[in-house]
């Protein structure tokens, strides 16, 4: 895995920026710490820094095409590369590394920008066309690695990461409030938005084309959701060769490699699958907690799962135990190293784990996507009940208040919330909203609020859509697929991994298994009381049962009681600096909201952690 960064300019002056490109690459040296490489003329410049995976010695970047007219930048992984370069070599091109990256400017000759439709991969790719001064910034089908671009007057950035973006000196470090609004409302930003104002997400599957100093965007893949009539029989057989195969293919590298496993079915069916490859040897990680919370145990039923699992499966296995000193020492530079604000406290044991395998592996599987992909969230399963009972009032209440028992605190008003909803749309954002009403909009100044919050209110509803030819499940997670995937739960993968100079492969979302899931009905997926339905049914007898029949738990932290002990002064030292009613928040209302925390009286995880990580945030990137 590595880091790219470039810039082209249209007035012919891209030299004076080199050693901003060179600051660049050095604020991501984590993604690429073992090798570097630049490629320079008037107008573009381009870095590259390597961790070194496949083709150890012959593999440095940029790589060029037999007479030097194409040059390419890559971070990421071309798996099927292989069967590529025969292809390309039967069409008459030379090859003088082993690389895959190699395979992708003899594809651009070949095809053009419909090359990146030819891969299977991971990939954020940069292509400059030398002939006809083009450069092509093109990001992988699910958006798995990413890639950022900020347009200027005279000139075009891009770069893995917003820390190697705002080394450019033409760079305002500026907030964009209709970001500041989706993030306060989702508690991640969605593309292409990002926090930072005029710069942008490549969205996943998204080429662009940057040439006479105008840039182009268009989609080359998308998931089309058409269901199938297939039995469930059959599918399962599909889903598990479809997944075998991408396993497979994830277990090429020149370097040591493992797998995350959690105590859920999709990280379990990925080491099942590494085991019956053949592969001689899987180690595995896992993450539990060490806190003064009595309910401790609850945060470690993940751990427990995950090691009888391991058992199960004969892996060499390790766990890294988070104390509550550590979380507290290291918040701030975790925080600061996802780029975008992204507020989820797993960010701090997911750097931890990371750190845990990189003493051992340089390539780790893990199994995100499996809930996107097979129906693994409960609000699936909530929508489907609420669907059931249709226009019947007495019959949604029911099911808001059964669902509901059991549930977080207000879970049964927002289920009867939720069960008042005949608009899909409406139902839609309610499941995906984290931070809702009254809270949201009273925690932020009245010029945020009012301003901006209608938008926030339907920022996902345009990936909802309703056209597909699918049940209405199938269009929610195949709006989750294109928004909180890539966007929060991908993103918080790729920059806990890179800052531990890791690389991680998520078989899940090989391309080919995501169109199959597309085509599956809804009802395979999600019972009416049970997620991942066809999952669980496809690798019986492959893991433990107690994987196979557990509930979906989620990954929990005590990150609530972080709040109340160890991090407590430093929240409320940032509140207490707030600038009343000339800033961005309402002073007032966060001190009571944290008092009501710290005391127990209430619970507001989601609201403080949000805060406490845009306040790093904002000191790391806009001062």
């Known amino acids: 895995m590595c880091g790219i960064s470039g810039i082209i300019t249209s007035d012919k002056s891209a030299q004076k920026y080199k050693s901003a490109l060179y600051a660049s690459c050095r604020a991501m040296k984590h993604r690429g710490p073992d090798e570097e490489g630049f490629y320079s003329d008037n107008d573009i410049l381009m870095g590259h820094v390597r961790l070194s995976i496949i083709d150890l010695e012959t593999g440095c970047q940029p790589l060029f095409n037999e007479d030097r007219s194409v040059a390419a930048v890559f971070n990421g992984e071309i798996y099927n590369y292989i069967g590529l370069k025969n292809e390309l070599k039967s069409k008459g091109h030379n090859f003088i590394t082993k690389s895959d990256t190699e395979v992708i400017v003899h594809a651009y000759e070949e095809y053009g920008i419909d090359c990146f439709n030819h891969f299977n991969g991971m990939f954020a790719v940069a292509i400059y066309d030398i002939r006809k001064k083009k450069l092509v910034l093109a990001r992988d089908r699910l958006g798995i690695k990413p890639v950022y671009y900020y347009q200027a007057k005279d000139a075009f950035v891009f770069a893995s990461e917003i820390k ?34 005029n710069c942008f997400k490549l969205k996943p599957g998204e080429v662009l084309v940057y040439q006479d100093g105008a840039a182009t965007k268009s989609l080359y893949w998308d998931v089309d959701c058409r269901e199938s009539v297939f039995k469930e029989k059959d599918l399962m057989e599909k889903v598990r060769c479809c997944l075998a195969d ?63 699992t391991a058992d199960f499966l004969g892996t060499q296995h390790k766990e890294f135990r988070v104390y509550a000193d550590e979380a507290a020492k290291d918040a701030p530079s975790i925080i600061q190293m996802l780029d975008d604000p992204l507020s989820n406290p797993t960010a701090i044991p997911d750097y931890f784990l990371c750190k845990l395998a990189s003493e051992d592996v340089k390539v780790c599987l893990s199994g995100d996507g499996g809930d996107e992909l097979f129906g693994g969230y409960n609000r699936y399963i909530y929508d489907r009940w609420i669907e059931i009972a249709g226009k019947n009032v007495l019959l949604k209440n029911a099911a808001g208040i059964i669902l509901s028992l059991g549930s977080k605190p207000a879970a049964e008003k927002f289920m009867l919330k939720a069960g008042a909803l005949d608009d899909p749309l409406e139902r839609y954002y309610l499941w995906s909203a984290a931070v809702r009403g009254n809270v949201r909009d009273k925690m932020l100044s009245p010029k945020i609020s009012d301003n901006f919050f209608k938008d926030a209110d339907s920022a996902l509803n345009r990936y909802l859509d309703i056209r597909q030819k699918s049940g209405f499940r199938n269009k929610m997670m195949r709006a989750d697929i294109k928004t909180w995937l ?6 918080l993968v790729d920059r806990m991994s890179m800052a531990n100079s890791l690389e991680v492969r998520v078989p899940f ?3 080919r298994l995501v169109e199959l899931s597309a085509t599956i009905n809804e009802k395979h997926k999600v019972s009416l009381f049970r997620t991942k339905h066809l999952l669980r049914k496809a690798f019986r007898g492959m893991i433990p049962d107690e994987v196979i029949s557990a509930k979906k738990m989620g990954f929990i932290t005590p990150a609530s009681t972080w709040l109340r002990t160890v991090l407590k002064d430093s929240l409320t030292d940032m509140i207490n600096e707030e600038n009343g009613e000339k800033g961005l928040f309402n002073k007032v209302f966060l001190k009571n909201m944290a008092e009501c925390h710290f005391s127990g009286k209430g619970y507001f995880l989601k609201e403080l952690w949000a805060y406490y990580t845009f306040k790093i945030w904002s000191r790391r990137y806009i001062g």
């Open 246 to 308: 991408a396993v497979n293919l994830r277990l090429i590298s020149d370097v040591p490699l493992g797998a995350f496993l959690s105590g859920g079915i999709d990280s379990s069916s990925i080491v099942a699958l590494m085991r019956s490859s053949g592969k001689r040897e899987v180690r595995t990680f896992s993450i539990s907690f060490e806190t003064a919370d009595k309910s401790y145990k609850r945060f470690n039923l993940d751990a427990l799962m995950a090691k009888k």
């Open 164 to 197: 190697g973006i705002i080394e450019y000196p033409f760079v305002r470090k500026e907030i964009d409030y209709t970001a500041f609004a989706d993030y306060f409302t989702y508690l991640y930003v969605p593309s292409p938005l990002t926090m930072l104002k």
């Open 486 to 491: 890539p966007d929060h739960a991908l993103s």
């Open 509 to 511: 979302l090989d391309h």
